[in-house]
């Protein structure tokens, strides 16, 4: 399996660019966790919620154990760092056919099928689940930091991503 986003992951984080001047990444408000979470750690967590995580899933865990990037944040397992959510504990709202593996400053949910299609979901609007991405790799390699960056935030947050060297 490629692990083309986590390379996309560590662009962003080490961008000068993108951490002085975007307007849509605040480096304040990006966490990184120290450590990623184990094999147990998972599939502890795999079993507390009686589903299986994806692959990407996984590898994501594996290297940061859920991460705060700002305009999306995704939950980590077992013990997490301060300012990343335990998945087990973000399920309260989600649709049972689903996991809610992240969330956005907006409000926006980040829904995974057991195929591992990610969904998002306006816990303020009935039936507002609609699907972004075949994969989580898809969903950070090609939606919220690729070439096609313009259909999660516009044609400036693209541009900003061509600035930096990420497109």
């Not at 935030?153 to 693209?158: C, F, L």
Request: aromatic share 8%; proline share 2%.
């Amino acid at each position: 399996m490629k692990n083309n986003f986590i390379d996309k992951i560590q662009k962003i984080i080490h961008s000068k660019y993108l951490m002085t001047r975007s307007e849509f990444l605040s480096k304040s408000f990006i966490h990184i966790p120290q450590n990623g979470a184990s094999n147990d750690d998972i599939k502890n967590e795999e079993d507390l919620l009686g589903k299986c995580l994806s692959e990407d899933y996984k590898v994501l865990l594996k290297k940061y154990n859920g991460i705060n990037l700002d305009i999306i944040r995704f939950c980590g397992v077992g013990d997490t760092e301060q300012y990343i959510d335990r998945l087990v504990d973000s399920q309260a709202h989600c649709p049972k056919d689903k996991l809610l593996i992240g969330k956005s400053p907006s409000g926006l949910c980040y829904l995974m099928d057991n195929d591992g299609k990610i969904y998002w979901y306006d816990t303020r609007e009935i039936d507002s689940e609609e699907l972004l991405a075949r994969s989580l790799s898809e969903l950070i390699d090609d939606i919220l930091f690729g070439v096609h960056a313009e259909s999660f935030a516009g044609e400036e947050w693209k541009e900003e991503l061509k600035q930096a060297g990420i497109v």
